[in-house]
């Protein structure tokens, strides 16, 4: 039997390197290693002094602080901030290997502003996750650039799934997701306060008021996502007619709870917009 070809080897069986090792970069690096992923076969990129020494000692990873550190991988995921991604894309072009993908975890960044700063024909790969990433609950929604084929948004979302659950979205709903998932763990926090306050101003110790907000939040969403039943149908079996949950759901509709969170996401989304220049 004659060896593969070089080409049809699957990338998940090559070189990764990660180029910024913050609080996103580490929580997918630490899914990776949890899926399986072998750290002989990661390098990491990170200039920061001292970080070299504490990310091998938690991960095994081998890391450097030169970009040259991503020549050899079949894939580039790039987990820094939007406003340094230019000049580190500047930096990473003369080493990015030919027929590499480059998966970018930067906010508001088009794929085409990627692409023009790296090699013509390079495979591009934006994603939008959030910060359940940590804890391997994310959410992450993916979209190809234009050299971009459905074997590398293949090999983006098993990386991506690590940590969570993907989508693939044409790149024009990226926005909508960024106000969406990517800012929606703050929604769920911000509720969470209010309840934990609303329990302790009915006399609750606050440490029982928080136990039974988190265990709640979190029951209501396991509740959503093994029934697959629609949320409202899920609503009314908790709200018994003229019941405390009726009394409850009908001083949010008088408040304009409903319509403000709608309000809150349409502002987000607006402000995704200005930031990636759509």
Request: proline share 6%; hydrophobic share 50%; charged share 20%.
């Amino acid at each position: 039997m004659s060896a593969p070809d070089a080409a049809a080897v699957p990338r998940s069986h090559g070189r990764l390197a990660l180029v910024g090792a913050g609080v996103m970069g580490q929580a997918l690096l630490g899914g990776l290693l949890r899926a399986g992923r072998s750290p002989g076969d990661v390098v990491v990129v990170d200039r920061r002094p001292g970080r070299g020494a504490e990310l091998h000692e938690r991960f095994g990873v081998r890391v450097v602080a030169e970009p040259s550190g991503v020549r050899d991988a079949a894939t580039v995921l790039v987990a820094v901030k939007p406003q340094d991604l230019d000049a580190l894309l500047d930096s990473l072009a003369p080493h990015v290997a030919p027929g590499a993908l480059v998966v970018s975890l930067a906010a508001g960044v088009t794929t085409a502003a990627i692409e023009a700063r790296l090699p013509a024909g390079t495979a591009v790969v934006r994603v939008m996750p959030n910060t359940p990433s940590l804890v391997d609950e994310g959410m992450a929604a993916l979209a190809g650039g234009s050299a971009c084929t459905d074997a590398d948004l293949a090999e983006a979302e098993d990386l991506l799934r690590s940590c969570g659950r993907t989508v693939v979205l044409p790149e024009k709903h990226i926005d909508a997701v960024t106000a969406l998932s990517g800012s929606g763990p703050a929604y769920v926090f911000y509720v969470v306060e209010a309840m934990v306050e609303a329990g302790v101003l009915l006399g609750l110790p606050r440490a029982a008021a928080t136990e039974l907000v988190v265990q709640t939040v979190v029951g209501a969403g396991a509740m959503l996502r093994e029934t697959g039943q629609h949320p409202t149908v899920l609503r009314e079996q908790v709200t018994s007619p003229a019941g405390t949950t009726a009394a409850a759901l009908r001083r949010l509709d008088e408040e304009g709870v409903r319509a403000a969170l709608v309000s809150a996401v349409e502002a987000a989304w607006a402000r995704s917009r200005q930031l990636s220049g759509s």
